[in-house]
């Protein structure tokens, strides 16, 4: 059974750091892009972020990039979400995601979900 399990969501100061990590079991996704997504209360789910197979490309949302970094370590089967510079509306439900290609593309929605870890930014 293929399982995405996220963690290391919690509760931050705004201006923060913190770092999620989504370990995977029941299937290697080396060679799959993997990435992040996250749902705030009553809005839709947004894209976070994405690294391609092999980790040659970051794709990153509008509303995090320059602070936020994914990486993978494909020899321990880890996805990983350095957060920075924290903000309030930074808070929601984290998702990890496997998608079906080595690249990302938008249209292609993931085949994979984690559960979700709550990340929770006072200010």
């Known amino acids: 059974q293929v399982q995405l399990v996220e963690s290391g969501g919690g509760l931050v100061q705004a201006g923060g750091s913190r770092r999620l990590s989504c370990g995977v079991s029941g299937r290697t996704f080396a060679a799959n892009a993997m990435g992040w997504f996250r749902q705030a209360p009553g809005k839709e789910r947004e894209f976070v972020a994405a690294?391609?197979?092999?980790?040659?490309?970051?794709y990153y949302g509008d509303s995090v990039k320059g602070r936020f970094i994914t990486s993978r370590d494909d020899a321990e089967n880890t996805l990983y979400l350095q957060m920075s510079s924290l903000k309030p509306e930074d808070t929601a439900v984290y998702f990890c995601?496997?998608?079906?290609?080595?690249?990302?593309?938008?249209?292609?929605?993931?085949?994979?979900w984690g559960q979700g870890t709550q990340v929770t930014v006072s200010s």
């Open positions: 995601a496997a998608f079906m290609t080595r690249d990302y593309f938008p249209e292609y929605g993931p085949g994979y």
């Open positions: 690294v391609t197979s092999g980790s040659s490309k970051t």
